[in-house]
Structures are given as C-alpha cells and as structure tokens.
T-cell receptor
C-alpha cells in the first residue's frame, strides 16, 4: 500500500525566514508526486507535479524537489500569505488514485 | 472556467436522515473523484469515475454510502442513513486525460455535520 509521511506537522516561521517541508513516500512505481496548498475552509489547490528523481519546479517563493524516496518543498523568504496547509500526494503507475499525506501547517508571522 | 462546483457548501442534519451531496466537474474533464477529509484520517479517496463509470469504490466506507454519475456534468454522493461519524468535509475533484492529465482539481467542499 502506498504511504506518504509529511514532516513536520506544523511549522511557525517569521516573515522572511526560509524553511523546508518534507514528504517521504513509498509507492510501487511512481507516476507522479503532487503538492497542494489548502487554505482553511477551502479545497486543496494544485501547486506542482514532479515525475522523476532530480526534477525541480518553482512557483514564486516555493520550490519543490524530488528524490527516489522523498520530496521537499522549500519556502524562500515567506510572507504571511504563504500561511496554509501543504499537502503531498503520490500516484502509482498501477493506480490512478492519489494517496495523501497528513499535511504540514505553515504559519508565517509578520 | 468556474472550476469544480459543489453543493451544498454546508449541511447539518440529524442522525438517520438521508444526505445528498452534489458535484459539477470542470467541463471537458472525464475523471471525477469523491474524497472525505477528517482531522483523524486526513484526505481519503472514496470513489472515482471515468467517463461516468465507477472505476474504484474500494474507499467507500459502508453500504450506507453510494455515488452516481448520470452524465458527464453531474455526480452525487448519498449517505443513507447518516451517522455522526460521517461528519467531515467531502470534496469532489476532476481531471482530464490530456497533457498533465494526472492533476486533479478540487472543489470547495461540503461541510457535513450529523447530529
């Protein structure tokens, strides 16, 4: 069974204080690893898809990287509007469904 | 594009009542997913459809839950009878089989409270 573990559970940052979120996974053949952002009371919002080890993608202050066993979401010089829960999910080659981690809740203080 | 539309946004009902949640996927998308999110279990896939046909319903918790997709633009998730442990946020998501087809786009969710 596919497993996704995210750490830490919660992260409190000062504005401008860069940090990284971790997503460790086990899957029998990876089709893709996904990062979503979820704001309170809203549905998950798609950020990135990573397909193979070594791949990197960036969007504004966010950068996602992928290895064979984990993915990192780096937040550079965060702003209060980056406060959200960040969800990681994997999709196996043999199945179309996404398996989600529990998420990391990031709070950025001004 | 309006995105995935779900209704109602909030639902409060009493134990034993029937609950029907509705979803309109993004136009042109041929996959539709129903998820449930709770603090204890996180985001779980309940069932998904491809071209209106249920493909995998292994996540449906019990026979009290049923889902239908009568056409490409509408799906329902029904709980009958509802129980307090069904209280959760239910999300609908959709995707299409094209470039970037693996990406699922989520609706705003229906917050269900069963008293």
């Amino acid at each position: 069974e596919d497993q996704v573990t995210q750490s830490p559970e919660a992260l409190r940052l000062q504005e401008g204080e860069s940090s990284s979120l971790n997503c460790s996974y086990t899957v029998s053949g990876l089709r893709g690893l996904f990062w979503y952002r979820q704001d309170p009371g809203k549905g998950p919002e798609f950020l990135f898809t990573l397909y193979s080890a070594g791949e990197e993608k960036e969007k504004e202050r966010l950068k996602a990287t992928l290895t064979k066993k984990e993915s990192f979401l780096h937040i550079t010089a965060p702003k209060p509007e980056d406060s959200a829960t960040y969800l990681c999910a994997v999709q196996a080659l043999v199945a179309y469904k996404l398996s989600f981690g529990a998420g990391t809740t990031v709070t950025v203080r001004a | 594009d309006a995105g995935v539309i779900q209704s109602p946004r909030h639902e409060v009902t009493e134990m034993g009542q029937e609950v029907t949640l509705r979803c309109k996927p993004i136009s042109g998308h041929d996959y539709l997913f129903w998820y449930r999110q709770t603090m204890m279990r996180g985001l779980e896939l309940l069932i998904y459809f491809n071209n209106n046909v249920p493909i995998d319903d292994s996540g449906m918790p019990e026979d009290r839950f049923s889902a239908k997709m009568p056409n490409a633009s509408f799906s329902t998730l029904k709980i009958q009878p509802s129980e307090p442990r069904d209280s959760a946020v239910y999300f609908c998501a959709s995707s299409f089989r094209g470039p970037g087809w693996e990406t699922q786009y989520f609706g705003p969710g229906t917050r269900l409270l069963v008293l």
